[in-house]
């Protein structure tokens, strides 16, 4: 097959991760250095960036700024959350997507985000092949909420993984000084997938992490947890709570949007943030102090504790989707498989996804992974998950704070 | 004049940090190793532990287990919030300590704790000697808040401020990766004085921080913070906000308590967090997306990002503790005093204060350091706060995660 010469756009959408520059690096590095790609042209935020004619010449970047890209967080070339509509329905996107593609004889697409840009690469790629215009498009996964179907795992999910750990390690600590008891729940981010509120076990494991472990693939009863957390104060004088953001009672209602019967002493139902509303009922239940505690957003921007695994991971996962396109592959994503080599050492293999099986579809905890009782979390979670979070990274410093990347985003000469 | 034979005592007090336990280590390992001192006891749960007799041998604890207390946040001993009586008015828990003193022969007290820890040193010191009891007292200073009367800075501060400044820098890269805009409110510890939320002031000097930063020190005004957010928004886009929990009304009225006119459409004013609370009001005033995030408790155990300049000195603490007690000092809080070398590089060195003078004092973040607008930071703050930042500590870790110390805690033999 005769090579594909061309110029490729990269771009990044959806929620971001510590690690989901290295996955751009890894395309940008690559596809620089390939014969095959004439021009790596960088979307400013997403797609947007493509219906704007908003790119970036990453070619003119420093490449030692580049490099830092490793150990940057957060969409350096920002991010977008926009659902493509279905070509048949609405055709105007795809139709300036094809313009720009022409204008700038774009041959290769590369997508690095969730589930939802899965769907974006997706129904681009078939456009493309509908009007006969040759363009090889992948998609570079990503997502701290380790959801994506057909693939191992995901990159940006072992850096938010060893980020719970670690913070769950210490808040155990602190909320254990003193003598008078405390109920500490801590709120962790996962909307529909229990890997992320998972990852507290791992602290357990440590001997510092929470007593009780509350996924979203459990349905949740308000009864139970209230006995399960009295019954650990009772017997600890202290109890610590992991709660995915996600639990839902059995009729699909999410707990964190529910009143209580409770009210604050100004006759107010009680609402708020989940780590809330469980702490006042649980006060209520038991008379302890409590704690609530949300990590919020610092868990999938907190590079300081990224794994050097995933950043491995994720600059591959960029590297890979560059070297099978110019090979010849589209319409795919990259994915993770793990092995195990002659001495039990972790290895992880690329695969290739059907960009259309993974669409749209969400890969959760397996139930025989969380405990009978529903509130704990089995040892074979913590097999999958330990591989995951190794590895310390060399992170560029300058007066002992993060050196980020600087990239002069130069738009591209039109 | 001779030397004073007999055992110590250690305890720790108040909140705790992610370097008291470098302070511990400082007074155990000097203590250990000093002829003078028979015998080293360590206090569960601080003062409590000494009239509950609750007293570990540290001499039995592994040295290599002893040494990762320089890594370990929050208090390893345990900790108590126990405000002693005048003696005057009530004796009975003065009694109970030379009791205990006289029964181990206890002729070393050191107190590891924060203002309220030196006003009961002060007080037990002013008892035993008024009961003739020979007994050298000492505090070792330790609070993230800064706020301690007569030093230069406290340890736990410089770990703390990094900690701030570090995850103020990822959430302003996570807040600015849409094109959508959004309004960013931080809370940060800190009641009555704004040390902690001035460190934010760091990120913004590095080019990712918050625009506007409100301490406790100058009195709030709702409209007036209304107008700077608007006004930040309307130029950029987005504004990141960094709010001390201890922002105040004119009268003197906390503003996290404060009721709202605004509703949350079930007609309930908007009580919870203050970081919600502002976020709220600043969605009704601009109709930007808002992001409120709580740093919690993770300011003060966050290890992970301590500071290798505030471990040294929170053990410099502790040893210089030890050996003036040892050398006849009483009485005294050990302090830090800074200077510049012909180099022009930082150096602490340790000044001893008066206990009564620190007792109960609260040393706040000077007006001048504090724009005239009042929503931002001089830059003497950061000429001030860089080098107590610098140095990135060589975590223990086992399999990625931290290896905490692991002490015996064995009972003194009675």
Redesign the interface.
Known sequence: MEALKGACIIG?SGG?TSVINASAYGVINTALNNPNITRVLGA??GI?GILNDRLFDMGKEDPDELKRLLY????AL????YKMKDPDKDDTDYKRILEIFKKYDVRYFFYNGGNDSMDTCNKISKYMQKMNYECRVMGVPKTIDNDLFGTDHCPGYGSAA?YI???C???F??C????TGEICIIEIMGRHAGWLTAASA??TS?G?GPDLIYLPEIPFDMDTFLDDVEAIYKQKGYCMVAVSEGVHYADGSFVSNAKTSAT?G?G??Q??GLA?LLAFVAADRTHAKV?P??L???Q??????A?QTDINEAYMAGEAAVNCAVGGITDKMIGFERQYDADGNYVCNVKLLDLADVANEEKKVPLEWITKEGNGIEKEFLDYV?PL????PDIP??????R?ARLQKILIDK
């Open positions: 990044q971001p400013e935020h947007k940057t967080p957060s969409s920002g991010s977008c959350r060893k750990a670690t913070s390690m210490e808040v600590n602190d254990h000084v003193y003598d791992i602290a440590m510092c604050d100004f107010h139902a609402l708020g809330s704690r505690i949300e919020s957003l610092l999938r921007c907190g590079a300081h504790l794994s330990m979070i190794q590895g310390e410093k300058y007066k002992s704070l993060p980020y």
